[in-house]
């Protein structure tokens, strides 16, 4: 934490002579993401993530984080949908709160969300789900009274994916690890945290299931149209499409013989 304080405050102080010629908050209101607010919620912020996304050089005059901070902030208003982390997702999170966020871009959707969103228990975005959180482990339940943690998705990060805790109702952590093995290893090498991660990075891709309720195969072949999104890259998989569009439309998960663990809520 104390490393990553001293990083949010090299940010800022790297700002005043950022060659992209920002010079105050004042003249660009995303600025406003300061170094107490990284570093109360620095969880938020997937710095190994993010930097092998970007494919960001680092230096040895400056911190890792230092420079990703400085990415993020000189992108922000050039992407809608740039985001620090796995977790959070800026044009979802602000189609749902679009009329609270008073800046522009993902880093006023990553201010409120910070501020206000977190503490009122809204969704960081699609790949996690706070209800479905709270309502199942009783250990982020208990870290909140104690005041371990500050909400859901800090819990998550710190505690439930190595517990093996599964972020939203329709993917099964552990479900998904059985199915192969090779993954279970790969996991306890630390090639991956957890089957989610593996999920985001490459399941999804191999059009794996997240779990014994959502079956690929048969939400595409259902939903011809998001057959053809999926095809032309608009959603990674079918169910990236059922998270952002498909729960909302009504439309089937596409597996119709679930199996009893689902059913009996064991799951």
């Known amino acids: ?63 890792a984080l230092t420079v990703a901070i400085d990415h993020f902030l000189s992108f922000a208003l050039k992407s809608q949908d740039l985001t620090p982390g796995l977790w959070f997702a800026p044009k979802w999170y602000s189609q749902w709160h679009q009329h609270q966020i008073t800046q522009p871009g993902p880093a006023g959707a990553l201010n409120h969300f910070l501020r206000v969103g977190a503490a009122m ?58 199915q192969d093995p090779q993954l279970a290893k790969a996991i306890a090498a630390g090639e991956y945290a957890s089957g989610f991660r593996h ?17 690929e195969r048969r939400y595409l072949g259902a939903n011809p149209d998001v057959a053809l999104a999926v095809a032309a890259g608009d959603f990674c998989s079918g169910f990236d499409h059922f998270l952002h569009c498909g729960r909302f439309e009504g439309r089937s998960v596409g597996n119709e013989t679930v199996s009893g663990r689902a059913l009996t809520g064991a799951w």
């Open 199 to 215: 999920y985001l990075a490459i399941g999804s891709a191999e059009r794996r299931d997240p779990g014994p309720i959502f079956s």
């Open 121 to 178: 228990g809204a969704n960081p975005g699609p790949s996690f789900e706070v209800a479905h959180y709270a309502n199942r482990y009783s250990g982020y339940n208990e870290r909140m009274a104690k005041g371990t943690v500050e909400n859901a998705l800090e819990d998550y990060v710190r505690f439930g994916e190595a517990a093996r805790y599964s972020p939203i109702h329709w993917f099964d952590e552990v479900w998904y690890v059985d």
């Open 1 to 63: 934490m104390k490393r990553f304080v001293r990083g949010c405050i090299e940010v800022l102080s790297d700002l005043g002579r950022d060659p992209t010629g920002r010079k105050s908050s004042a003249d660009n209101p995303i600025l406003l993401l300061d170094a107490a607010l990284l570093a109360r919620h620095g969880y938020v912020f997937d710095l190994p993530w993010y930097v092998k996304k970007h494919e960001i050089q680092l230096s040895d005059d400056r911190s």
